[in-house]
């Protein structure tokens, strides 16, 4: 008896401590479109609208990505050189990645989304932001949205200068788990102690999924459908249909 009054004791003084994180990805799942190729044509435009016609120079890459012969991550990177050029001071970066967010935040989010990170943050839950998009942008459009918490690809800085190159792996598949597993573990949180609620639109989030608690299919892709039906995943469709 004894023993029973001490494990149910235990159980409760887990549940008091556990810590629930509501964790968004964001393109296609809060966001209306994808946000890197955009926001690298508003930065060219917004900065150097010369640098537009340089975009046909990226056809290889992308016929060498398609082929699956160099990663995202390369393709992300000269992207970036195009439109950005190899060294954006850190003041132009930041302005232009705040007049992005903003826009984003005023047209290009889901309200639905919106008001759904809203709900979470007056219950009382740890929003974050998990994302393959680069972090100096999505950094800017999470403290528009009050998200403290960013996991992103990161982006790496040199003497002053946002520049090309994207620090560690790219933030996606199973890089995004293991990067919500370091988060958790630099912020002292232990994975019994914590409730995980995901909402994702890809089937590349399934690592991400196999780890949370609570799955959410959000605007999802034809396979990650099939995937949360078989699962029995909650599924949100946000998009306009006819």
């Given at each position: 008896?004894?023993?029973?009054?001490?494990?149910?004791?235990?159980?409760?003084a887990?549940?008091?401590?556990?810590?629930e994180?509501?964790?968004?990805?964001?393109?296609?799942?809060?966001?209306?479109?994808p946000?890197?190729?955009?926001?690298?044509?508003?930065?060219?435009?917004?900065?150097?609208?010369?640098?537009?016609?340089?975009?046909?120079?990226?056809?290889?890459?992308?016929?060498?990505?398609v082929?699956?012969?160099?990663?995202?991550?390369?393709?992300k990177?000269?992207?970036?050189r195009?439109?950005?050029?190899?060294?954006?001071?850190?003041?132009?970066?930041?302005?232009?990645?705040?007049?992005?967010?903003?826009?984003?935040?005023?047209?290009?989010?889901y309200?639905?989304?919106?008001?759904?990170?809203?709900?979470?943050?007056?219950?009382?839950r740890?929003?974050v932001?998990?994302?393959?998009?680069?972090?100096?942008?999505?950094a800017?459009?999470?403290?528009?949205?009050?998200?403290?918490?960013?996991?992103?690809?990161?982006?790496?800085?040199?003497?002053?200068?946002?520049?090309?190159?994207?620090?560690?792996?790219?933030?996606?598949?199973a890089?995004?788990?293991?990067?919500?597993?370091?988060?958790?573990?630099?912020?002292?949180?232990?994975?019994?102690?914590?409730?995980?609620?995901?909402?994702?639109?890809?089937?590349?989030?399934?690592?991400?999924?196999?780890?949370?608690?609570?799955?959410?299919?959000?605007?999802?892709?034809?396979?990650?459908?099939?995937?949360?039906?078989?699962?029995?995943?909650?599924?949100?469709?946000?998009?306009?249909?006819?």
């Open positions: 008896m004894v023993q029973i009054q001490a494990k149910r004791a235990a159980a409760r887990v549940e008091t401590r556990r810590i994180l509501s964790v968004f990805d964001l393109d296609r799942t809060l966001s209306i479109l946000t890197y190729t955009p926001f690298l044509f508003f930065a060219a435009r917004t900065r150097a609208p010369w640098r537009l016609l340089l975009v046909p120079l990226l056809l290889p890459v992308a016929i060498l990505y082929l699956g012969l160099i990663p995202r991550r390369a393709m990177q000269a992207m970036h195009v439109a950005l050029g190899g060294a954006l001071p850190e003041r132009d970066a930041a302005r232009i990645a705040d007049r992005f967010a903003r826009r984003l935040a005023e047209r290009g989010l309200a639905e989304g919106l008001a759904l990170i809203e709900a979470e943050r007056q219950a009382g740890r929003v932001l998990a994302t393959a998009a680069p972090h100096f942008y999505t800017a459009l999470a403290r528009r949205l009050g998200i403290a918490d960013v996991i992103a690809t990161a982006s790496i800085w040199q003497d002053g200068c946002l520049v090309p190159a994207i620090g560690g792996a790219n933030c996606y598949g890089d995004k788990r293991q990067r919500l597993e370091a988060f958790m573990a630099q912020a002292g949180i232990a994975r019994e102690a914590a409730y995980i609620r995901f909402w994702s639109d890809h089937v590349s989030d399934l690592p991400v999924f196999d780890l949370c608690d609570e799955p959410c299919a959000v605007n999802p892709s034809p396979k990650l459908r099939s995937v949360a039906a078989a699962r029995g995943w909650p599924i949100l469709d946000w998009r306009k249909r006819p």
